[in-house]
């Protein structure tokens, strides 16, 4: 069962963001004094006298403007007033009422939907701020004088929330729903992506690189599990980001890499991998999450033959090299082409990258192993290994006990780690492995 849905509203640089953090409790929304950060919704859940509801932090409303990504936002920010129980419209009492949020105003008006009108940037305490009394004039809802830095306020303001949301049904949230986060460099068609999976224009999506800024999250379920896909704003190399918002941008994505329980790492396939897609793809691999790779754009690929996608798999496979363990699957988001594939595909490497394998199942590997190839020895000492056992998942990680750590060549536990993924599968997860020494000095 859906959570009650609460929009907040209002024209730029209000301090929509800024309060949206302050009531969920976490720095979702990125907050900067430069009207137009926020572009798509945010989702957060905020609790209050026991009571749990969702806030979706949008864009702020121009309602006259020709400038197409400003356009782009508002109709985000309609989407989100349209699929709200309550709303709150938030002002900003240093710059008064103005025509903007009379424009505001009406369109809410129009909505049928319970409305609280948040003036904000009421950061002094004591006697009500005489400029507050100006908004009433927009004739909307009950009227709060917030502090979205301080808090002031903003318990009356929640007070209200529960009073204008359905009640709780007692049904208890969901909790075997996959995150998957899509990363990769900008422009590679991310927002498109989630866009063609969900059926619908949940992120705003341009030709200009750097659209999505924040970390999108979206719910989604279909035959095949439940899912939380994380649209990541695209990371660039730190010697190109000079911006502060991009800044924040990259830190929201590289936080979603570590929430996430799989991750997307698309390229594109009329550049395929660059410099920068095998930095994505390391952060990726050093988080240690299961990971597909993502091959984009495939329907703009021209001149294709019979071997094209075996030699661009290749390509990939070369250049990055370190995940070989990673599914490639060719799609394009544009058209919808083998979209459809993801969903089983998320679902394997999920199960690989949380699986448990048994210490005698994993022994009898390590004894074949071991009679196949010989451990190595060094001026005479040969290595002994005892015995292997999985200490937990999500990666799969492994303690291998022997009597000299130092004898156990990379090379050894290369081929160790290949025998186990031969057996076991382990698709598209990494692996990690802790050689310990258990002392034994038995020559």
Known sequence: MAKPLVAIVGRPNVGKSMLFNKLTGQRTSIVEDTPGVTRDRIYGDCEWCGRTFSLVDTGGIEPSTDNDMLKFMRRQAEIGIE????????????????????????????????????????DSVGPVNPDVYEFYCLGIGDLFETSAVHGHGTGDLLDWVL?????????????????????????????????????????????????????????????????????????????????????????????????????????????????????IAGLVHEAGKAAIIVVNKWDAVADKETNTMRDMEADVRKGLSYMLYAPVIFLSALTGARCDRLFETIQEVHRQNTSRITTGNLNAVLADATARVQPPTDKGRRLKIYYMTQASSKPPHFIIFCNDARLFHFSYQRYLENQIREVFGLQGTPIRITIRQKGDKEE
Request: a negative charge; hydrophobic letters at 40%; one cysteine or more.
């Open 83 to 122: 699929l709200a129980d309550a709303i709150i419209m938030v002002a900003d009492v240093r710059s008064g009422v103005t025509a903007a949020d009379q424009d505001v105003a009406t369109l809410l008006r129009k909505s049928g939907k319970p409305v609280a009108l948040a003036v904000n940037k009421c």
């Open 163 to 279: 009073q204008n949301i359905p009640a709780d049904d007692g049904e208890e949230e969901d909790d075997d729903v996959i995150k998957v986060a899509i990363v990769g460099k900008p422009n590679v068609g991310k927002s498109s992506l989630l866009n063609r999976i969900l059926g619908e224009e949940r992120v705003i999506v341009s030709n200009v690189a750097g659209t999505t800024r924040d970390a999108i999250d979206s719910y989604y379920e279909n035959e095949t599990g439940k899912y939380c896909f994380i649209d990541t704003a695209g990371m660039r190399r730190k010697s190109k980001v000079d911006d502060a918002i991009e800044k924040y941008s990259n830190m929201r994505s590289v936080s979603a890499i570590d929430r996430a329980d799989v991750c997307l790492i698309l390229i594109d396939a009329n550049e395929g991998v660059t410099e920068q897609d095998t930095k």
